[in-house]
């Protein structure tokens, strides 16, 4: 069966955010694990995984990303915001804070759509508009009840959707961008791993113990650390492979199954404290995305001849 570019592009989006959303079990499994250790893997294994197929594809022109500064310059950033966000969900997941950085993501598809707006040109219509509004809305209510934003659900939404916006500007193929992300921040997962978290001075900046307390961890534990490269690198793929194919609005739309699932896992699986302030922004998030999957079955009205 033919698929159009579209059609792809929605079965790649949906397919990655089914796996994001399930990623935060993966994590929790590994949480006798530093989470800055964890985030180190991530790159470095991510980065062997993909360097791998592609020199068995004979593939070396990303290694010559360089050669182009503006090209160069937008992969280091996204490098940069993907591992900030990488960190920012290991690290609020083994925290306890699986529903903040699910309503994060929730946030993302209404950040995204304004992003498609601002730098794209993609139009948006009425309800469209008064959906980030309400979003908006929920965000400063939280804010004035707690005496602070929500971060981390800001950080992780931010960094994802400027990610998503530089991976559209950016023409490399999927598999080509993730190798060079992940090569660009190598030195920062390598200081990762050998950065004393919590230790005294007199330690000194590095430290060759630091891992040492890997040797202690269960089985399946370690089992599951070679497999961190794939679950990295899978949904990252997917959804490289789509944003190329299908407008950010529509890829914002695709979004909201990802973080639905995590929220599900946070409340049900993981028992995390829901306060009452979080039922207003979620409230707020949940009409807004209602609207905005409304808005995708409205019809523009013809224009007069």
């Known amino acids: 069966m033919n698929l159009t570019p579209f059609r792809k592009g929605i079965i790649f989006a949906v397919s990655g955010y089914l796996v994001w959303g399930f990623l935060p079990i993966y994590w929790k499994l590994l949480g006798a694990i530093n989470p800055f250790h ?3 893997f991530r790159i470095l294994f991510s980065l062997m995984l993909i360097s791998c197929i592609l020199f068995i594809m004979k593939n070396f022109s990303w290694l010559k990303f ?8 937008h992969m280091t950033l996204a490098g940069i915001l993907l591992c900030g966000n990488w960190g920012l969900f290991i690290w609020a997941v083994n925290n306890g804070y699986t529903i903040e950085a699910a309503l ?3 946030m ?3 950040i995204s759509i304004v992003m498609g707006l601002c730098f794209f040109r993609e139009r948006l219509n009425l309800l469209q508009w008064i959906a980030f509004g309400i979003v ?3 965000v400063l209510i939280v804010t004035a009840i707690t005496g602070s934003p929500p971060w981390i659900s800001l950080g992780l939404a931010f960094s994802f959707a400027f990610y998503g916006m530089i991976k559209k500007t950016v023409k490399f193929s999927a598999l080509e961008s993730l190798g060079v992300e992940t090569l660009v921040v190598t030195p920062i997962a390598l200081m990762l791993l050998f950065i004393p978290f919590g230790a005294t001075h007199t330690d000194g900046f590095f430290n060759l113990q630091t891992m040492s307390y890997m040797a202690d961890l269960p089985i399946l534990t370690l089992i599951l650390i070679p497999f961190i490269g794939l679950a990295s690198s899978l949904p990252l ?4 492979k789509g944003v190329k194919m299908i407008p950010l609005s529509t890829l914002g739309f695709c979004q909201f199954l990802s973080p639905t699932i995590t929220f599900l896992i946070g409340v049900f699986l993981f028992r995390e404290p829901f306060p009452m302030h979080n039922f207003i922004v ?3 998030i949940w009409a807004a995305a209602v609207l905005y999957i409304i808005s995708f079955n409205i019809k523009p009205k ?4």
Not at 237 to 240: G, R, T
Not at 302 to 305: A, F, K, W
């Open 104 to 106: 994060g993501y929730y």
């Open 108 to 110: 993302n598809p209404l």
């Open 38 to 40: 964890i985030l180190s």
């Open 136 to 138: 908006t809305a929920g």
């Open 66 to 73: 360089f050669s182009d500064k503006r090209k160069g310059f």
């Open 237 to 240: 793929f997917l959804f490289a």
């Open 282 to 284: 979620f409230g707020c």
């Open 302 to 305: 013809p224009e007069n001849p």
